[in-house]
């Protein structure tokens, strides 16, 4: 008998098969990002996943709420470009973007990586 996953443990899911293929390329250069990582001390933003060493990002977008409304698409702009200007590489992907093209996805973040 299988389990159905809710909405959030499949796009848990995506994210994490991304991460392990990653890592299954380069397990000799990488190891798994850290989830929730602040990137500025007098702000409360955090990174979905972090590469901290290689400084780079992977932010996942949805279209909840909080992306909808003007007050939470400027957030976000805030912070990417805070990010950028302290020298983050931020790789933002769509968990659409995971399901329909995993290959292309992983080639982003590896690039940004530089693996």
């Known amino acids: 008998m299988t389990t159905k ?3 959030a443990q499949y796009r848990d899911r995506l994210v994490e098969m991304l991460i392990d293929e990653i890592l299954d390329h380069h397990a000799t250069q990488l190891q798994r990002p850290e989830r929730e990582v602040r990137f500025m001390r007098d702000r409360k933003w955090q990174f979905d996943y972090a590469w901290v060493s290689r400084m780079v990002a992977l932010e996942l977008e949805g279209f ?13 702009c805030w912070k990417y470009s805070w990010a950028a200007a302290l020298g ?5 992907l769509t968990y659409a973007m995971l399901e329909k ?4 996805a992983r080639a982003l973040v ?6």
């Open 101 to 104: 093209d995993p290959e292309q």
């Open 5 to 7: 996953l809710s909405p």
């Open 110 to 115: 590896e690039a940004a990586l530089g693996v």
């Open 88 to 92: 983050w590489k931020v790789v933002r």
């Open 64 to 76: 909840g709420r909080h992306q909808l409304m003007y007050s939470g698409f400027e957030r976000d």
